[in-house]
């Protein structure tokens, strides 16, 4: 028995998942350019006042991509801290993320597949707005 548990850990530390990305291997081409945001356009504004606020993200695909990670940053500041909105497996070139509250955020979009050697660059980071209702 101590064995089997002893083997079991040693699969746990040592066996990868079959589905994960694995970036960084020599043998594989770099990855292309990254993705190309479409909507909503650098420095849109809603105008709509209801909250919570569904907002559309679209980007081009970027041939042979298998996933996209998607992220939506507050207060104009790419920083962890700021992340509002996060979707690391979106297997197509778009999706409809949820806000709650008014404000000015950016978001930016990557793009993955096993055939390359890493991630692609991010995309240049694109701004949008949600209006105040107070106003």
């Not at 709509?48 to 991509?65: C, H, R, S």
């Not at 409809?96 to 995309?123: H, I, L, M, P, Q």
Request: proline fraction near 13%; charge should be negative.
């Amino acid at each position: 028995m101590k064995w089997f548990v002893s083997a079991a850990l040693l699969c746990l530390l040592a066996c990868t998942d079959p589905y994960s990305f694995e970036p960084g291997d020599p043998t594989k081409p770099d990855p292309p350019a990254p993705p190309q945001l479409v909507a909503p356009g650098d420095s849109w504004m809603s105008d709509d006042y209801g909250y919570p606020q569904e907002v559309a993200f679209e980007w081009k695909p970027v041939p042979g991509a298998v996933f996209y990670q998607f992220e939506a940053y507050n207060e104009w500041v790419i920083d962890p801290q700021h992340l509002v909105s996060a979707n690391q497996r979106v297997t197509s070139p778009g999706l409809t993320t949820s806000f709650g509250s008014c404000g000015r955020y950016y978001w930016r979009v990557r793009a993955a597949s096993k055939n390359w050697n890493d991630y692609t660059e991010w995309s240049q980071p694109f701004r949008f707005g949600l209006p105040n209702p107070a106003r």
